[in-house]
């Protein structure tokens, strides 16, 4: 557990700042069950406890304690237990002919190696959720453990449901796909109660927010500081048709081309001398030309620069190739190493396709500038790019 290991008074204020935030429920809804927006909910935790919050970058975790090596997934609810808990929708030309226990292990698959990137990405070694359940009157605070789905184990559970939904059990949790919604659902039963409060919710919030109360500090101490400056960069090619690929010998299969070395004649030719096998680790970030237009960001090109993984390990990177077309480490191997094999885990010599990424939910890195010298690298999902640059996603609309 999370939550009952936390300082006494982490723990009070948490739950004073989510009381002050339910106080405020009528200006949403004349129900007596308070309301707790996610983001709000997000922010508090990451605020009184000690994590990094996650939630913007759309993996399991949405926030992590990298001391402890712990991913959270945070909820909250009114009413049934039976929550949704992954989207499938732009995999789904991968499962749409499925059906059965075939349909739910090829989910389950999706599922445990989303899980699987999560952990690897941030260095954690266990995943659990935290859950806020609101009440008429009241919030209540439970932890349930976060496991992949045990595929050898699954059994369907025949007789519910509707057609297009699927509920299974794999010897410890039970889940339902929809197929219409292309949404896994997990069954949130035998969770821990830690904590419980009242919430008392104001009859007029409108005149706590304009008096200045504590109410109007709690809502306001919950803004996020000012975005720092980001740059979202593409982990594939695109066809002219707006097919998503990863080059053959290029990007993040750079390993997979020569590298070659060159006579320079008097008269201005090349002559090509040998070719060298490259490094099974050696990629690069594609940083083509519309994204080298929206501005400077980067330093120039072979000005190394401190690149801090999401796990917090810190790698030498710099601009390399013509126009600073490329994001590169030195040495060269170690960011397709840690991506790769400890991230990815795939074997040597195994190409990238858009299909791993999308089976990952992956296919773009946001920089964020730290300082002139230092930025950081988070993996973004799909579609994330042309979300940031408000630009039509082609495969969404498929």
């Not at 919950?222 to 090619?237: F, G, M, V």
């Not at 010998?249 to 004649?265: A, D, M, P, V």
């Not at 993996?379 to 609309?397: M, Q, V």
């Amino acid at each position: 557990m999370f939550y009952s290991i936390q300082p006494i008074e982490a723990r009070e204020d948490y739950k004073a700042m989510l009381a002050a935030i339910g106080r405020l429920s009528h200006l949403f809804s004349d129900s007596e069950t308070p309301y707790l927006p996610y983001r709000a909910h997000e922010n508090i935790f990451a605020r009184y406890f000690d994590v990094e919050n996650n939630a913007r970058h759309d993996n399991s975790a949405d926030a992590i304690n990298t001391q402890l090596g712990i991913g959270i997934g945070l909820k909250t609810w009114v009413g049934g237990d039976n929550q949704k808990v992954a989207e499938f929708g732009r995999l789904r030309p991968k499962y749409a002919g499925l059906d059965g226990l075939e349909l739910v292990k090829e989910i389950a698959h999706y599922r445990n190696e989303r899980i699987r990137m999560t952990k690897n990405m941030h260095g954690l070694n266990s995943l659990l959720y935290h859950v806020v359940k609101r009440c008429p009157g009241e919030m209540s605070i439970y932890e349930k453990s976060f496991d992949p789905i045990n595929i050898e184990a699954i059994k369907l559970l025949p007789g519910r449901g509707r057609a297009n939904s699927v509920y299974f059990h794999d010897g410890k949790h039970t889940y339902n796909f929809s197929k219409s919604k292309n949404t896994l659902y997990m069954l949130f039963d035998n969770m821990s109660l830690l904590d419980s409060f009242d919430v008392s919710i104001a009859e007029d919030p409108y005149d706590i927010v304009f008096t200045g109360s504590d109410v109007q500090f709690a809502v306001a101490s919950t803004k996020r500081s000012p975005a720092s400056e980001q740059l979202c960069l593409r982990l594939y090619s695109t066809k002219r048709n707006g097919e998503k690929f990863i080059p053959d010998q290029s990007g993040l299969n750079q390993w997979h081309g020569f590298r070659r070395s060159y006579k320079h004649n008097p008269d201005g030719s090349r002559t090509l001398l040998k070719t060298t096998p490259r490094n099974v680790n050696e990629i690069y970030i594609p940083y083509p030309k519309e994204d080298r237009d929206r501005g400077t960001f980067f330093p120039p090109r072979e000005v190394p620069f401190d690149l801090v993984l999401p796990d917090k390990k810190v790698l030498t990177a710099k601009l390399t190739q013509a126009d600073s077309k490329a994001i590169m480490s030195n040495p060269n191997g170690a960011l397709g190493k840690w991506l790769l094999r400890d991230v990815f885990e795939l074997p040597e010599g195994t190409k990238v396709t858009y299909d791993i990424l999308r089976t990952l939910n992956v296919d773009s890195v946001i920089f964020t500038k730290l300082s002139d010298s230092r930025y950081s690298i988070d993996f973004a999902a799909l579609g994330t790019y042309e979300s940031f640059y408000h630009l039509e996603d082609i495969e969404a609309l498929t």
